[in-house]
């Protein structure tokens, strides 16, 4: 059986993000609102909103139980000030938590994903064979020979 460990992270990405375009939608200021401080633009991609929740999917499945405080770091970018020039040295800035949090929230309606007080958002088993379904249709996509043996 394919698991999400069996797979490239950027082709079940791609593919669970497609499948979330059926499940959540964005809301109306997605396509307008930074994804940081540290950023000046809102982001050019399309499927951004469902990038972003795929990707959120994936790491909770890998490193378990997180917070959007942690979540939020792992978002995050360097903020070095304008385009124009350098004031300050870079320094680290946190990722959008009201995304993050948004995002979770359309998760857990969906039933991929649950609240655990205390700890933050875990994935729940529902979640856990959604992105295993997924990881084995995208197995069968790729054409590389490496990863025969995981079929």
Known sequence: MVTLYDVPAEDLIEAVAAELEDRIDAPDWAGFTKTGSGR?????????????????????????????????????????GSNRYRVAKASQSDGSKKIIRTILQQLEEEGLVTTVKGEGRRITPEGHSFLDSVAGDVLESLDRPELERYA
């Open 40 to 80: 000046e633009l809102p982001p050019q991609q399309d499927d951004f909103w469902y990038v972003r929740g795929a990707s959120l999917l994936r790491k909770l499945a890998m490193d378990g139980p997180k917070g959007i405080d942690r979540l939020a770091t792992e978002y995050g970018s360097k903020k070095r």
